[in-house]
Structure formats: structure tokens, C-alpha cells
């Protein structure tokens, strides 16, 4: 199961909104990767609404970033996508609370 950070929504609301992240340590510190998935109907698409990275100085300025996004635009659930030293999927699950 992929970890997954979820955001209480409000119960009026009834579409789920999902987006993925990734934080990647730099020599600068941490680089934020979030995108929106998006069903494909032909290869040339790209398999994302939006894609985006920024930098931050450390994993707390990036995980307040992720939270805030969250909170703002409604999302209810962000999940985590990254890879080991050995390009193996890691999981983890874990709850954001805003």
C-alpha cells in the first residue's frame, strides 16, 4: 500500500482530491516535487494535471509548504512517492495534522 498523508476535508464535501510529492535532499537542502495525477488516454500525454518543484532549506520548510497547499487548496490526500539508495519503492504512512 502506498503511503499516504491525508487532510480531514469538510463532510459536505463528496471528490476526493489527490496529489503526490516527493522530497528529495539537495546540497541545498530539500527539493519539493508535487504533482496532480491525471487518467492518460494516449501516450503522448503527460500522466499529471500539473508538475511542479521549488527548493527549500530544509525537509521542516518543505513539509510546512506541503501542509499549507493541502490546507489551501482543499486536497484530501497527498501521497508520498520516493525510492531508496537501491531505486527500491519505500512506504510509509503517516497522517499530517492541520
Not at 12 to 27: D, G, K, L, Q
Not at 35 to 53: D, G
Amino acid at each position: 500500500m502506498p503511503p499516504t498523508t491525508s487532510v480531514s476535508s469538510a463532510p459536505s464535501e463528496s471528490v476526493e482530491s489527490v496529489v503526490h510529492y516527493r522530497f528529495i535532499p539537495t546540497a541545498y537542502g530539500v527539493m519539493m516535487e508535487l504533482w496532480e495525477p491525471k487518467s492518460v488516454t494516449s501516450i503522448s500525454e503527460v500522466p499529471y494535471q500539473f508538475r511542479l518543484r521549488h527548493q527549500f532549506q530544509s525537509e521542516h520548510e518543505a513539509l510546512a509548504a506541503l501542509k499549507h497547499y493541502l490546507t489551501v487548496n482543499s486536497i484530501t490526500t497527498a501521497i508520498a512517492d520516493w525510492f531508496g539508495d537501491e531505486g527500491i519503492n519505500l512506504y510509509e504512512t503517516w497522517t499530517i495534522s492541520v
